[in-house]
């Protein structure tokens, strides 16, 4: 019983670490991430992994706002490759 336990909290404690997040962007447009996007307070840009595990990234004045990121809800989610 306890294994399973252990299990359950492992499994858990995984998925949560690598959930997605959508940033709103200016313009309404949408980026998901594959990270939790991270502030670089020296270039003030807002770093990411991609779906391909390419780190990108966003000026912190385009964005708007990031939250996790949930399929059910979202809208027109725009992956954006030209943005570095």
């Known amino acids: 019983m306890n294994a399973w ?3 359950v909290v492992l499994t858990a404690a995984l998925c949560a670490c690598s959930s997605s997040y959508q940033m709103t962007l ?4 949408f980026v998901t ?4 996007p ?3 307070k020296e270039t003030q840009n807002f770093e990411f992994k991609d779906h ?3 780190i990108r990234e966003i000026p912190k004045s385009r ?3 990031i939250e996790p990121y949930n399929s059910k809800t979202a809208k027109n989610n725009t992956y954006l490759p030209e943005i570095k």
């Open 5 to 7: 336990v252990a299990m």
């Open 26 to 29: 200016i313009g309404n447009r």
């Open 33 to 36: 991430t594959n990270s939790k």
């Open 38 to 40: 991270k502030l670089n």
């Open 52 to 54: 391909k595990g390419e």
């Open 63 to 65: 964005v708007l706002k």
